[in-house]
């Protein structure tokens, strides 16, 4: 096994819903310390691939590998950014982010000093008390984010975690987590509809086919991560690679 | 929950009380007191200690039964909500026993458990328990299922599942299930006591009605509906105190 390149892989995956095919063949690494965007058409069965490595889906046929071990639960390895939030309306801001802890019998107070870091550093400053349906769907976006980066998993799982934000605070979470990759030896699965966002952010880029998907392309950016943030986005080599990835896609769409 | 002003509150309770009287005044019948002959009536009852000694009576079976039902009632009806085979079995039951005119019963519930404080405790729960259990179990099955994968990815047990997710997610509709049951179950209570044997509030009801003591009889049912209305406050405050964040409407 490639244990220590790869920190999940996964392998041979099928799944299907009833007649619907979701997933046919899916293969595809996730090195140790990178971050891996997945990028496809809406509906071709990136949150199903997510679910499945999370291991709330169980796949008809194939494996899914965490460190080289045969995965098929839920485990402290993963932590799980949900598309639609998944946030417990009746528990403040601080109950949500410090639920990961909570249920891993991580005593009240300090799980409640380890989210109020992550409130702060997701930019929720002062909403500690406040319940979801208090704060706007980008706010409640940044919830769940804080609630994945407090349990310290060593996997990243993020469905589109910025879909619902505004630009501005976008850009700042993209820097952030670009960051976050280079200095934390963790594993980011990210999952976007946006070009620009896989490419800026991310070490690989998988693109994915529309339904059954599998995986019709590798894109690794390289030459511009060790650029400072602010130039990355005039690089000559990013613009390429946005060029090169919407030509793929284009074919799809049209 | 909207919190009603308090202005609002008086205004209406002004406009029934006022309607009580006028109509009254107006003769509908002989056997219809106005509102403040029924006042006055509660006034003697209190002062003579009479509706306390009632009470005390009352509210054994209707304590108990209410107890009963709200533990064993939300007990069932979660087990029905999760599993299948149970739900097909136990909530044709409950949804019978609903749609049932179950002061029919009460011959039988004589036959089997007597005159006593049993058969009442009996009858309060029959009445109570159905709309808690089916309110209870409907809440649990349409527990939003992400909040549940949620719940796993982040390495629940099954109990915590339970515990943290799907009673929290159900506690709107399970707090309705048991003011409609407490309601109900009121109503059970005073039926027992009309039906099998008259004592506490029961008693005064069908004895001040045998004088013709009718201002008396109209103030044991007022009394009945301020305490029932009491209860369901103090219902209400006891499921914002639990669960705040449920208030406003669901979100993810
Ligand atoms: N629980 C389910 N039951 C039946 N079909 C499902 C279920 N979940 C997903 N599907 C189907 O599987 C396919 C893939 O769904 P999935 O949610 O993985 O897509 P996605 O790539 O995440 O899409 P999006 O970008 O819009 O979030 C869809 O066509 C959907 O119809
Ligand atoms: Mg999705």
């Known amino acids: 096994m490639s244990d220590n390149v790869n920190a999940v892989s996964v392998k041979g995956i099928y799944k299907n819903y009833g007649d619907v095919e979701a997933l046919r063949d899916m293969s595809l690494d996730f090195p140790k310390g990178q971050l891996t965007s997945l990028l496809g058409p809406s509906g071709c069965g990136k949150t199903t691939l997510l679910k499945i490595i999370a291991g709330l889906l169980q796949p008809n046929q194939g494996e899914v590998y965490v460190n080289g071990q045969i995965v098929s639960e839920p485990g402290p390895d993963r932590a799980f950014v949900f598309q639609d ?31 109020r870091k992550y409130i702060k550093e997701v930019g929720l400053d002062g909403f500690e008390n406040s319940y979801p349906h208090e704060l706007s769907g980008g706010m409640r976006q940044r919830v769940g984010l804080a609630r994945a980066l407090s349990v310290d998993s060593p996997v990243l799982l993020m469905d589109e975690p910025f879909s ?37 952010v991310s070490d690989q880029v998988a693109i994915l086919l529309p339904r059954p998907s ?41 | 929950m ?27 019948n002989y056997a219809f007191p106005t509102f403040l002959e029924s ?3 509660l006034w003697n009852l209190t ?28 007990g069932i009806g979660v087990w029905v909500g999760l599993s299948e085979k149970f739900d097909w079995l136990v909530s044709p039951i409950f949804i019978i026993m609903q ?51 949620m719940a796993k990815s982040y390495l629940s047990t099954e109990r915590e599942v339970i515990l943290k997710i799907i009673i929290p997610s159900a506690s709107p509709v399970i707090f309705a299930g048991l003011r409609l049951g407490v309601s109900a179950g009121f109503i ?62 669901y979100v993810s």
């Open chain 2, 188 to 249: 059970g209570a005073i039926l027992a006591e009309l039906k099998i044997t008259p004592t506490g509030v029961g008693d005064i009801i069908s004895y001040s009605r045998m004088t013709a003591d009718y201002p008396s009889m109209y103030a044991a049912i007022f009394s009945i509906i301020v305490l029932a209305v009491l209860f369901l406050n103090v219902l209400e405050r006891i499921e914002k105190s639990l669960f705040a964040g449920n208030d406003l409407g």
């Open chain 2, 39 to 41: 006042m006055g009536a």
């Open chain 2, 47 to 74: 002062i003579s200690g009479q509706i306390f000694v009632a009470y005390a009576e009352t509210l054994k079976p209707l304590v108990t039964g209410v107890l009963i039902s709200t533990f064993i009632g939300v």
């Open chain 1, 85 to 115: 939030f998944a946030l417990m309306p009746w528990a403040s801001v601080l109950r949500n982010v410090a639920f990961g802890l909570e249920l891993r019998k991580v005593a009240k107070s300090e799980r409640e000093d380890i989210a």
């Open chain 1, 164 to 200: 619902a934000v505004d630009e501005q605070t976008r850009r700042k979470f993209q820097e952030d987590l670009l960051q976050l990759v280079k200095e934390e030896s963790k594993t980011f699965i990210f999952v976007t509809h946006s070009i620009e966002e896989a490419v800026y």
């Open chain 2, 2 to 28: 909207i919190s009603r002003p308090l202005t609002l509150k008086l205004l209406s309770a002004l406009l029934i009380f006022g309607s009580w009287e006028m109509a009254s005044r107006a003769g509908i």
């Open chain 1, 214 to 254: 599998r995986v019709s392309e590798i894109i690794k950016p390289s030459s511009f991560k060790n650029k400072d943030v602010d130039s990355i986005r005039k690089d000559s080599e990013y613009l390429d690679t946005v060029e090169k990835i919407w030509k793929s896609l284009r074919s799809y769409v049209e």
């Open chain 2, 99 to 149: 749609s049932a005119p179950l002061a029919a019963l009460i011959p039988l519930v004589i036959m089997a458990y007597g005159i006593g404080i049993t058969s009442k405790t009996f009858v309060v729960c029959i009445m109570a328990m159905p709309v808690i259990v089916l309110n209870t179990s409907g809440a649990v099955k349409n527990t939003p299922s992400s909040l549940i994968e």
